[in-house]
């Protein structure tokens, strides 16, 4: 349930609302906006009685959520949500550029490829520590050492860190990345998630191989249910009939999610495709469509990458690349008149 207040609502009253409200034992959630403040009523609001809380003086309009999704929802937070990660803003208008390898494979490896990615414009640093494979027999990353060789090509940067968590036990050692990563296959690993809304890191969730928007906007209220309202869609391709590439990239998510939610939302366009001179043309599309960021694979020797090779950019094609996402980033801000 959602109430708006009217403009310049008195405090008082304010107060002792959402007292009553939390009384009848449901969560209020206050959104201050530029026209209006609303309450998002999380819970059993099945037995509150709307026309009581319509004839307040207070109370401009009263309206019941059919989504099963509360926290996530814009209808709540009418707001972009902004998540400030370092000296870094994801949403609000600025373009997040996350860069790096699939995989950690060495310190000289990721401190390098940091380095070339912050020169060319990234903001954020991208690496796996730990790696989902298909495979038994491929390469699972580095784990904890794969950490500590990105914690180094933070303090040689000053670009945070982006990584993927694999399970419940890892967490301890998650509490000096900057952003913690919820893979495809572990969108829907609810215990996960709910463990995840018990901390206040920035969470990024990727959609799964066959989720829908609701399935996914669901897995990020299991985060914000927990109380950590620091959350980040990408849209990382799903599974259709087509196999030229390696998943489908929905671009469409772009412009639903702006209408289904506040939270910010990143396009991978890496592993969208499988193929890196798809990276560029897809990138573009995502800026030109309204994503607040990308998450892009480079590696400085993709031929001998240990993970995904195929799909990453030499440092040198993705600082042309980015170049041209920056380029359109501004133009499209200029053309929708915000110079900022």
Same mark, same amino acid.
């Given at each position: 349930?959602?109430?708006?207040?009217?403009?310049?609502?008195?405090?008082?009253?304010?107060?002792?609302?959402?007292?009553?409200?939390?009384?009848?034992?449901?969560?209020?959630?206050?959104?201050?906006?530029?026209?209006?403040?609303?309450?998002?009523?999380?819970?059993?609001?099945?037995?509150?009685?709307?026309?009581?809380?319509?004839?307040?003086?207070?109370?401009?309009?009263?309206?019941?959520?059919?989504?099963?999704?509360?926290?996530?929802?814009?209808?709540?937070?009418?707001?972009?949500?902004?998540?400030?990660?370092?000296?870094?803003?994801?949403?609000?208008?600025?373009?997040?550029?996350?860069?790096?390898?699939?995989?950690?494979?060495?310190?000289?490896?990721?401190?390098?490829?940091?380095?070339?990615?912050?020169?060319?414009?990234?903001?954020?640093?991208?690496?796996?520590?730990?790696?989902?494979?298909?495979?038994?027999?491929?390469?699972?990353?580095?784990?904890?050492?794969?950490?500590?060789?990105?914690?180094?090509?933070?303090?040689?940067?000053?670009?945070?860190?982006?990584?993927?968590?694999?399970?419940?036990?890892?967490?301890?050692?998650?509490?000096?990345?900057?952003?913690?990563?919820?893979?495809?296959?572990?969108?829907?690993?609810?215990?996960?998630?709910?463990?995840?809304?018990?901390?206040?890191?920035?969470?990024?969730?990727?959609?799964?191989?066959?989720?829908?928007?609701?399935?996914?906007?669901?897995?990020?209220?299991?985060?914000?249910?927990?109380?950590?309202?620091?959350?980040?869609?990408?849209?990382?391709?799903?599974?259709?009939?087509?196999?030229?590439?390696?998943?489908? #990239?929905?671009?469409? $998510?772009?412009?639903?999610?702006?209408?289904?939610?506040?939270?910010? !939302?990143?396009? &991978? %366009?890496? +592993? =969208?495709?499988?193929?890196?001179?798809?990276?560029?043309? #897809?990138?573009?599309? $995502?800026?030109?469509?309204?994503?607040?960021?990308?998450?892009?694979? !480079?590696?400085? &020797? %993709?031929? +001998? =990458?240990?993970?995904?090779?195929?799909?990453?950019?030499?440092?040198?094609?993705?600082?042309?690349?980015?170049?041209?996402?920056?380029?359109?980033?501004?133009?499209?801000?200029?053309?929708?008149?915000?110079?900022?």
């Amino acid at each position: 349930m959602i109430v708006v207040l009217k403009q310049k609502a008195n405090r008082e009253q304010l107060d002792g609302l959402i007292s009553w409200l939390k009384s009848k034992n449901v969560s209020v959630h206050t959104t201050v906006g530029e026209a209006h403040t609303i309450l998002g009523l999380v819970g059993d609001t099945s037995k509150l009685d709307i026309d009581l809380i319509s004839a307040l003086d207070i109370v401009e309009d009263v309206k019941r959520v059919q989504e099963p999704y509360k926290n996530a929802n814009r209808k709540f937070h009418p707001e972009d949500t902004v998540i400030r990660v370092g000296n870094t803003s994801i949403g609000g208008g600025s373009l997040t550029i996350m860069a790096g390898p699939c995989s950690v494979e060495s310190e000289e490896q990721v401190v390098a490829i940091a380095r070339a990615v912050k020169a060319s414009g990234a903001t954020m640093l991208r690496g796996g520590a730990f790696k989902p494979r298909t495979s038994p027999y491929s390469f699972q990353g580095l784990g904890a050492a794969g950490l500590e060789f990105l914690k180094i090509a933070r303090e040689e940067t000053g670009l945070p860190i982006v990584t993927e968590i694999m399970e419940i036990g890892q967490l301890p050692l998650f509490d000096d990345v900057d952003v913690i990563q919820v893979g495809a296959r572990n969108m829907q690993n609810f215990d996960l998630l709910k463990a995840l809304g018990h901390q206040d890191k920035p969470v990024m969730i990727k959609r799964g191989l066959s989720a829908t928007y609701e399935e996914w906007l669901m897995s990020a209220e299991y985060v914000m249910a927990g109380g950590n309202e620091n959350v980040i869609l990408c849209e990382r391709g799903i599974r259709t009939f087509e196999t030229y590439t390696r998943n489908t #990239l929905d671009l469409a $998510a772009i412009p639903v999610l702006r209408r289904l939610t506040h939270l910010p !939302v990143i396009i &991978d %366009p890496s +592993h =969208a495709t499988g193929k890196s001179w798809l990276v560029d043309p #897809l990138a573009m599309s $995502a800026v030109a469509g309204g994503a607040d960021g990308l998450i892009i694979e !480079v590696h400085n &020797d %993709p031929a +001998h =990458a240990l993970c995904d090779g195929p799909q990453s950019l030499r440092p040198e094609d993705f600082d042309a690349v980015a170049k041209k996402l920056f380029a359109l980033h501004g133009f499209c801000r200029t053309l929708g008149g915000d110079e900022k």
